[in-house]
């Protein structure tokens, strides 16, 4: 069986053992097709319910807690090891180890070792906890007394944070609204949401960088250590052995972390996380500013607000329209072109091998630099100055005009089946929101028929599984093919 295929049935066997422990944890209080519609928004880490989550069962509340870490880790680890199989069309019968070399490095080196790929996935998993927890401590020791409502504090802040990071959207308080007023809180969910949907190769890269500022921080301290010692050492003709465990700590501290350094793999190349970094400021910037000047005046979302209160609620919209979808306020309420500029952060995303969806930073970035290639034809697709792969600018153009083409017909269809009985523009906003993992609503989800709720749970799979995989699952492609016999450029993880 394709790798591909394993990845689909893998999470559609997630989806429907988690929708039976939902159903069977309200013990009838819900339908199957509602909880099976909840596992799967669950799973595939979109945030969009039926019903409100602040009714359920508290066990109900633990069964989507647990489905929301699987899927975030799940998702980590599948694309993770499928995420560069398809861009250089490997072939789907390719050993493990060398699918993760794949998917992990951008930069063409030797397959990974078994041990390799364990400590890239262990790392993956330490990442996750450390941040969620760090976050649930934060929203525990920040957020006011009784906002919680009737559940516990400490698992509203562990629910919350485990929910941003994996950028779900889910809230066991149905939204945020209560923390409008809390600027503090806001940027801690913010912050968990665009490390979770940044991708885990440039938390990796990051971290690198970290451990070689704290190598050579330590370094320093053994050095001063060792100075002093032997000045007393001159001085008196003793050693001290309170001066020697600075030492011995610092040379252990090196050997740790140079070992610890050496074997870590699995970060991206410095240019990809540039594009995603820069790419994801310049697009918070963009929905924050966009939604500030077109919401300041409107009563039902942010002119009751102060000037402070209002700058955080609309940086935290920003933040979670391209992945996350908390709100703080209700979005039936805004403005039609606050609405439009939300629905095309949700269509971009954040970035690749992480927890956010959409068509992702780099394949947009890519499109934009494909067009300005068009212009001027003679030259190559560059970015940052860096020639970019053939192969790289064909994957995003593809999964582009994909993307563009399943939403078409499934809006077509949508629409039909609607009859009517909702404005157009309501059921695109939902069905974006759905294909895009994001979790932001119009109102529209409680309102949908049994089958409109399965082409929904359809369109979330689709969109997390991703369309390329999809395909090579149901088709037994390997891949897609090189562009040419050469292709020098950088290679940029899309789709």
Known sequence: ????????????????????????????????????????????????????????????????LSLIQLGGLGIISFTVIIGFLIIKGISRNTRFNAFVTAA????????????????ILVSIVNISFVLEILGAIGLFIHMPEGIEGPNERWFFSLFTSVSAFNNAGFSITDDLSSLRH?????????????????????????????????????????????????????????????????????????????EY????????????????????LILVIFGAIGVYFLEKGNPHSLYPLSFWDRIANSIFISVCSRTAGFATMDFGNLNDASVIIITVLMFIGGGPQGTAGGIKITTFVLLLAYLKNVI???????????????????????????????????????????????????????????????????????????????????????????????LIAATGHSGVPKMGTTDDGVKIQVG
């Open 182 to 258: 809390e600027p503090f809180c806001l940027y801690i969910i913010s912050w968990l949401v665009i490390l979770g949907g940044i991708g885990f190769p440039v938390i990796i890269l990051l971290e690198k960088f970290l451990l070689t500022v704290l190598f050579r921080i330590v370094d320093k301290v053994e050095v001063i250590a060792e100075t002093v010692m032997m000045r007393q050492t001159l001085r008196t003709g003793e050693i001290s052995k309170l001066l020697l465990l600075p030492t011995q700590l610092s040379a252990y501290l090196e050997s740790r972390i140079e």
């Open 376 to 470: 001027q034809p003679s030259k190559p697709v560059m970015v940052f100055g860096d020639i970019v792969s053939k192969n790289s600018v064909a994957i995003a153009i593809r999964v582009y005009f994909l993307a563009t083409i399943a939403l078409a017909a499934t809006f077509i269809l949508l629409g039909v089946m609607d009859q009517n009985q909702h404005s157009l523009h309501v059921i695109f906003f939902e069905m974006v929101s759905a294909f895009s993992t994001v979790g932001y609503s119009l109102n529209l989800t409680p309102q949908l028929g049994d089958i409109e709720k399965l082409i929904y749970a359809f369109v979330m799979f689709v969109g997390r599984v991703g369309i390329f995989t999809i």
């Open 261 to 280: 350094n050496g074997h870590l793999r699995g970060e991206t190349t410095r240019i990809q996380s540039r594009l995603l970094v820069y790419g994801s």
């Open 1 to 64: 069986m394709s790798f591909a295929r394993v990845v689909c049935l893998g999470f559609l066997s997630a989806i429907f053992v988690g929708s039976l422990l939902v159903y069977t944890s309200e013990a009838g209080g819900l339908s199957y097709i509602d909880s099976f519609y909840l596992s799967a928004s669950a799973i595939c880490v979109t945030g969009l319910s039926p019903v409100s989550l602040s009714a359920l069962k508290p066990s109900t509340h633990w069964v989507i």
């Open 104 to 119: 992990i490095d951008t930069r063409d080196e030797e397959s990974l070792g078994t041990s390799d790929v364990n400590r």
